[in-house]
């Protein structure tokens, strides 16, 4: 029987780290962009998560015979007008990177009362085969921007991104307690219950 293989369409570590331990045990081997497609890159121009994950999922599936999942997700500050937005990754132009990202946040948002430094992430995941979606699905997690980066863990954002239920910011959390309560786990959640039907239908 030939082994069935899913592509995760992303070529950020930290989002591949989070997605294979969220889809583990399901009947596919998940492999990443590096694996089947190197060098291929696509990109992005869409005004939401939404269309920007549905152009980059529809995008891999016509160069790839299995499913494909690609995610667009990010930070939307509220006293920022929703920004970063879809640009969290690019934020902070001519050098984009998580340490000036949130530099450039904490920057904007100096002098701003905790009460009005809510934010919340956002995770678009979308499923495709063959040039066609299969589901769509979005999870949101609300926290606010803490006045300093405090932890290590995570990636991006998550040194600022304060979540109250647990008193810690998300880089402040293990792998596990990150996932059980983010944008991405809540989002993979509802994916991965479509994907454990449709797993056992025939192999591909
Ligand atoms: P791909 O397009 O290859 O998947 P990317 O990093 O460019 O990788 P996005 O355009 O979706 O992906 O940007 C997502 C950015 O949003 C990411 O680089 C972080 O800055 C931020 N972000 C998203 N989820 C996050 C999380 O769980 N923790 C911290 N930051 C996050």
């Given at each position: 029987m030939t082994e069935r293989r899913l592509l995760l369409a992303t070529t950020n570590p930290g989002k591949i780290r989070e997605m294979r331990a969220l889809f583990k045990g399901l009947p596919w081997r998940i492999v990443g962009l590096g694996e089947v497609l190197p060098g291929l890159t696509f990109p992005e121009r869409g005004r939401t998560f939404l269309e920007n994950a549905r152009a980059k999922s529809l995008f891999y599936s016509r160069k790839w015979a299995g499913l494909t999942l690609a995610e667009d997700s990010g930070l939307e500050v509220e006293a920022l007008d929703g920004a970063p937005g879809?640009?969290?990754?690019?934020?902070?132009?001519?050098?984009?990177?998580?340490?000036?990202?949130?530099?450039?946040?904490?920057?904007?948002?100096?002098?701003?009362?905790?009460?009005?430094?809510?934010?919340?992430?956002?995770?678009?995941?979308?499923?495709?085969?063959?040039?066609?979606?299969?589901?769509?699905?979005?999870?949101?997690?609300?926290?606010?921007?803490?006045?300093?980066?405090?932890?290590?863990?995570?990636?991006?954002?998550?040194?600022?991104?304060?979540?109250?239920?647990?008193?810690?910011?998300?880089?402040?959390?293990?792998?596990?307690?990150?996932?059980?309560?983010?944008?991405?786990?809540?989002?993979v959640r509802m994916m991965r219950g479509f994907l454990e039907k449709k797993g056992q239908g025939p192999g591909r």
């Open positions: 879809v640009i969290s990754a690019r934020f902070a132009r001519p050098r984009p990177g998580d340490e000036s990202n949130n530099r450039k946040v904490l920057r904007l948002l100096a002098g701003v009362p905790e009460k009005r430094r809510k934010a919340r992430y956002v995770c678009v995941i979308v499923l495709s085969e063959r040039g066609r979606v299969i589901k769509a699905v979005r999870g949101e997690v609300r926290g606010r921007i803490a006045v300093e980066p405090r932890g290590t863990g995570g990636f991006g954002y998550d040194p600022l991104f304060y979540y109250s239920p647990l008193r810690k910011t998300f880089a402040e959390l293990s792998a596990e307690a990150k996932n059980r309560v983010s944008h991405r786990g809540r989002a």
